[in-house]
């Protein structure tokens, strides 16, 4: 919210309490007048809010239109310098769409519900927002289903890796606020800076990425930027049926065994076996078992798959499809 927009919200709140004092009172003129000023203040802050939020959406989007300077005037106008260099950070509220429905769904349809739903939204903008109380260049907004945005400005001085340090600590303060005020699990997506006005709509689709490529192979409940996913970022660019192409050729195929299907066990085993670098010594400690075991377990996933993951190339393989098995969340050749 802009400065300007939080002074007006703020008279708003102190003619509401006037209004108050009105009711059940007898109505005079100038009384009237207030009620009227009161009304009017209401409808001009909720003009500039949709102004706002509409510019954020035109923003992010990419739907900067043909002139750049009609655009500059429009943030200009709503509150915001567009021209300040920002990176986007894509805040997922676990489950609030959710909650937000039944909320819904416990008022039966009624106004009263889509009051509270709103009030639910802005409360959580509310505890963002009060984050940049005195730095009112940061822009945030509420993008639909669990998802909030936050466009934070940077420090062309600081170097990437300063940068990447800001955003993380800036990341770990929403979420723990989010956290903590309202009891909700948060997760975060963090974008790449990208120059001009454009430069905004590749951030925000980057931080969205690396979100839900982060809750896909780590899980809800932390901090994901986009330069940190590794082969995640490959996996995103990958159609699903091309997924699930590669992985019936790989950690469930049959090549050379009658078995059709490689058990759980296997599949952990194996995934153990990466995470420890290949070490035989370290991933038999790490899964309980003996040395022995641990190669009886490999062996049988060459002799099932026909992959050695002993081997790098077949290696590599083996250590992509798990990724893409953990990515689609599918069990679809068990």
């Known amino acids: 919210?802009?400065?300007?927009?939080?002074?007006?919200?703020?008279?708003?709140?102190?003619?509401?309490?006037?209004?108050?004092?009105?009711?059940?009172?007898?109505?005079?003129?100038?009384k009237k007048k207030e009620i009227e000023a009161l009304a009017l203040a209401?409808?001009?802050?909720?003009?500039?809010?949709?102004?706002?939020?509409?510019?954020?959406?035109?923003?992010?989007?990419?739907?900067?239109?043909?002139d750049s300077d009609l655009f500059l005037t429009r943030g200009q106008i709503v509150g915001?310098?567009?021209?300040?260099?920002?990176?986007?950070?894509?805040?997922?509220?676990?489950q609030f769409e959710k909650t937000a429905k039944q909320s819904l769904q416990a008022f039966k349809g009624s106004k009263k519900g889509e009051i509270h739903l709103q009030r639910l939204k802005n409360d959580v903008l509310k505890v963002i927002q009060g984050i940049f109380v005195d730095t009112p260049q940061e822009i945030v907004s509420y993008?639909?289903?669990?998802?909030?945005?936050?466009?934070?400005?940077?420090?062309?001085?600081?170097s990437n890796e300063i940068l990447r340090k800001k955003l993380f600590r800036?990341?770990?303060?929403?979420?723990?606020?989010?956290?903590?005020?309202?009891?909700?699990?948060?997760?975060?997506?963090?974008?790449?800076?990208?120059?001009?006005?454009?430069?905004?709509?590749?951030?925000?689709k980057e931080a969205t990425q690396a979100l839900d490529v982060g809750t896909k192979l780590e899980g809800a409940g932390d901090i994901y930027h986009i330069g940190n996913l590794g082969v995640g970022k490959l996996l995103a660019e990958i159609r699903e049926e091309s997924q699930q192409e590669f992985m019936g050729k790989t950690i469930y195929s049959a090549k050379n065994s009658k078995e059709k299907k490689i058990n759980?066990?296997?599949?952990e085993t194996l995934k153990a076996f990466f995470?420890?670098?290949?070490?035989?010594?370290?991933?038999?400690?790490?899964?309980?078992?003996?040395?022995?075991?641990?190669?009886?377990?490999?062996?049988r996933v060459k002799e099932i798959t026909g992959l050695d993951p002993k081997k790098f190339d077949d290696a590599v393989q083996l250590r992509l499809a798990?990724?893409?098995?953990?990515?689609?969340?599918?069990?679809?050749?068990?």
Not at 42 to 66: C, H, M, P, V
Not at 80 to 94: F, M
């Open 264 to 267: 759980e066990t296997l599949l």
């Open 275 to 299: 995470d420890n670098n290949l070490s035989i010594l370290k991933t038999a400690q790490a899964i309980y078992v003996h040395r022995n075991t641990l190669l009886y377990r490999l062996r």
């Open 170 to 204: 800036m990341g770990e303060r929403i979420k723990d606020t989010i956290s903590q005020k309202m009891k909700f699990k948060v997760t975060i997506g963090i974008g790449e800076y990208h120059e001009g006005i454009q430069g905004l709509n590749k951030s925000f």
């Open 322 to 334: 798990l990724k893409m098995r953990i990515y689609q969340g599918s069990n679809k050749f068990k």
């Open 80 to 94: 915001y310098d567009i021209l300040i260099p920002r990176v986007a950070l894509v805040i997922d509220i676990y």
């Open 143 to 158: 993008t639909g289903g669990d998802k909030f945005v936050v466009l934070k400005t940077i420090n062309f001085k600081d």
């Open 1 to 30: 919210m802009s400065a300007g927009l939080f002074e007006k919200t703020e008279m708003l709140n102190m003619l509401k309490h006037l209004g108050d004092e009105f009711a059940g009172a007898k109505i005079t003129q100038n």
């Open 42 to 66: 209401k409808k001009e802050i909720q003009l500039e809010k949709q102004a706002q939020e509409n510019f954020i959406q035109d923003l992010i989007s990419g739907r900067i239109g043909n």
